[in-house]
């Protein structure tokens, strides 16, 4: 039975590009089973070709391949064609790759070996990016700092910044939230749901992000909560 997050793929056309034939064909396999269009392409130059022919509603491709790899192909992909969702899967986790994939606005970074839950997250988050492909990703606080929201990553100019998971959670709701202040009770709701927030941890929390990014990013609205301010000034 399929699920309801992915009933929707069965009307898109997907490109799968992997240079190992028994991953490749496993994995078509499982794609074929939630679409009834699934191309597959053994390297960048053949899946190159085979995008321009088909123009497929989503990219699947290995980053490490013989002729040209998943990177130089989604920068290709990218030159003329802003909104396709592009995953990336790879045996790499490093910042050069991660911040190549921030600049690329790939939808996701699939780390090897993929597995059918692997595979379903990325799907479900490809349906969810192509109900509405105008949207961004990538929020740029400045000229120099950005956030990734589906990966969630923020980098400072070619630096990735290393966050805890109570400041990754806390930053991304501002962010998600940036439109508007993120209240006390929700912050508290959102982090310290069972054992109940404190304002000097709250603080300490917000002292550390400041730190990282710099005191102009967050502000504090007295007796309310804290907002994202994009773009500060000096």
């Avoid at 085979?50 to 290709?76: C, F, V, W």
Wanted: net charge neutral; aromatic share 8%.
């Amino acid at each position: 039975m399929i699920p309801d997050t992915l009933k929707q793929l069965k009307n898109y056309t997907i490109l799968y590009i992997e240079d190992e034939p028994l991953i490749r064909r496993n994995a078509v396999e499982y794609l074929s089973r939630y679409c009834h269009h699934v191309l597959e392409a053994k390297d960048g130059h053949e899946g190159y070709s085979i995008y321009e022919a088909n123009r497929p509603d989503l990219i699947i491709s290995d980053i490490k391949m013989p002729k040209r790899d998943g990177l130089t192909l989604a920068k290709m992909i990218r030159q003329e064609d802003k909104n396709t969702p592009i995953i990336i899967t790879t045996a790499h986790t490093d910042t050069e790759y991660l911040l190549k994939a921030v600049e690329l606005q790939l939808i996701k970074y699939l780390i090897k070996p993929l597995t059918p839950n692997k595979l379903h997250e990325a799907l479900a988050l490809a349906c969810h990016v192509l109900k509405d492909k105008q949207r961004c990703s990538v929020i740029n606080l400045d000229h120099s700092m950005r956030y990734d929201t589906l990966n969630n990553t923020l980098f400072k100019g070619d630096e990735m910044l290393k966050l805890t998971h109570n400041e990754r959670l806390f930053f991304d709701f501002l962010v998600t939230n940036r439109q508007r202040v993120a209240t006390y009770e929700e912050i508290e709701s959102l982090i310290w749901a069972y054992e109940g927030m404190s304002m000097d941890a709250l603080r300490s929390l917000v002292r550390g992000l400041r730190k990282k990014l710099g005191d102009n990013y967050i502000e504090n609205i007295s007796g309310i909560g804290y907002k994202l301010l994009l773009y500060p000034s000096a």
